[in-house]
Each structure stands twice: as C-alpha cells, then as structure tokens.
C-alpha cells in the first residue's frame, strides 16, 4: 500500500530519529567548501553528499534527508541514485522547492521566497524522482521595526499556497518560517515575533484547508540575537521555545522539528537537549539541522580522500548526540 501524507509525517518524526537537511543551493555548497579552503567545484559539492549519504546505517539515526534540485538527480559513487540509496537505508527523500527570496515589494527590507508558478510541474516531477517530502524557507527578520505584519501576512499565504499544493500531489509539506537569528533582539522579542508568526501561519493554513496531520513545521528556537551580546542559557531558550510553539501551533500538527539557525553544533544540541527535557508536548519534536550536523563533518574531511571514514564517523557521533538531545539525554560527552 502507497503510504498516505499523513503516514509519511509520522514516519518522519519517528522515536529516536530526526532529519538532516543537505539541501544547500549550489551557490551555499560552494560557501561550504570554501569554509574548509576546497575547489568550490560541484564535483567537491557531489563527493561532500556522498559521503554523507554512503555512511554507514543512516537509517538507524535519520528519518529523511532533504536534497537540493541538483542533488535529487545525481547518483552516489557507486552508481545508485542518491534517492534509492536513501530509501534503500530506509531515509525518506526530500526536496527544497522554494527558488530563494526575492524583495517583498521594490526597496523594501524583508523578503518573500518565489517559486509557485512552476512549483506544480516540478512537484510532479520530484515525486517521480523518489521524493515523498518537500520544503519551503521563508524568511522573517528582527530589528526594531520589522517584522511588518505585511510581511508575516504575505510570507503565511505563499506557505500555505505551496502546502495545498505538495498535498496535493501526495506528499508532506514542510513549512519553514525561519525567524533569523542574526540581529540585537532579545530573547523576549524572539519568543514574540515566532508566536505572531506562527499564529498568522496556521490561521492561514486553516483558511486554505491544509491537512495539519500531514504536515511538518520547520521552526527556529527563541534566541536573542546573535548580536545582541547576550549567552545563550539552554533552559531559557527552551521555556521560550516551547512556550511560543504551545501557544501558536495546533496540536494536529504532526511534528515539529528545529532548525540549527547558525548555532554553533554544540549549542544547537544544547539548546534542543534542555528542549526535551521539559517533557513531552502535544506534537513530536525533532530536528532538521544542516549546518550543526555538516559543519564537524566538513572539518574532519576537508576534501580528502583518505579522510573519508573518519569524516563519516565524525558525522555518526553528530547524528547519535543529535538523537541523544531529542531524547533529552545528551549529556556533553
Ligand atoms: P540550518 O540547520 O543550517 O539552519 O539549516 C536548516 C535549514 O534547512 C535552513 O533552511
């Protein structure tokens, strides 16, 4: 039997597991090699997410895995498509369908993301292609004077426009409003502005229909800004998190799952860990990081060949203290 939306939400914020997100446009990917001085080439961009992807027992740790336009069509080194590969070791594929952010209006400061005119024909085609989720990045920013509500309103009815859309071709929307961390917020405005957010999001959801069982909410955890001089205390970020989530998100959603937003590894497990640790909510809580899980790993490899299964290691030790502060077990060992 085909699995419905609704079955493949559950599956993707299964116990003990959570997502990575490895859907890096090329121009991120070069950025990435950058960081760790290797030829930005997509060849170096291609070896990256094979190496990731050819790690050994994935599914033990990850339930998806969302891939970028490029990478849905390429093949691992050994010859299988990176799609069969991944549901071969029972990961879900997934597919970012936003084309990136463009000005909500001439000169204005905050943004939209494009893509729903040719979002169906290229939903279609991802499904053929293995995919049986998909993501959509919004963007909202934090200064004294923004988030507009324009911006939130405009944002929330493009999300919900792509979610009818990808449910329609039977496959679970992920919806990504990611609220930035860059800024001098505090804490309390971070908590603010994501309850506004998510409140107009899901009033907006509802107006279109969307089956709310077969969706993922992707989110960014309250912060204070990452330049507003304050330390990050996992229990207050935590208590802000979930207190924004409780009031904003319904509770027939089927999961929620965490963003890294430019933390540092060890923080985004930090602050996920003290997360679970205030118990078990209404929605199952996971995450689907990309640059908390890639970034040791990128270290530990730097292009080398000879490098590779200790690099691959390196990311098995992320994904299991990942798993650990899902569960709100980690400890920092
Ligand atoms: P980070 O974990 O690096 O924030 O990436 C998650 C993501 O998918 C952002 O769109």
New binding site residues.
Partial sequence: MVPTPQDIAQALVAPHKGIL?A?ESATTMRKRLASISVAETPENGHRFRDLLFTTPNLGTHLSGV?LYDETIRQNASTGIPFTKLLADAGVIPGIKVDLGLVPLYTGSLEEVSRGLDTLDARLAEYYELGARFT?W?SVIRITDTLPTEASLVANAHVLAQYAVAVQARGMVPMV?P?VLFDGTHTLEQSREVITRTLTILFDTLKAYQVDLRALIL?TSMALPGKESGTALVPADIAAATVAALTQAVPAEVAGIVF????QTPEQATQNLNAIAQLGTQVWPITF?????LEEPVLQAWKGDDAAGESAQAVFIKSLTDTVSARNGTYTGE
């Fill in positions: 997100a859907d969302i993501k990045r990504e990611e992707k963003l890294s937003g430019g689907s990081y990309s640059r908390a």
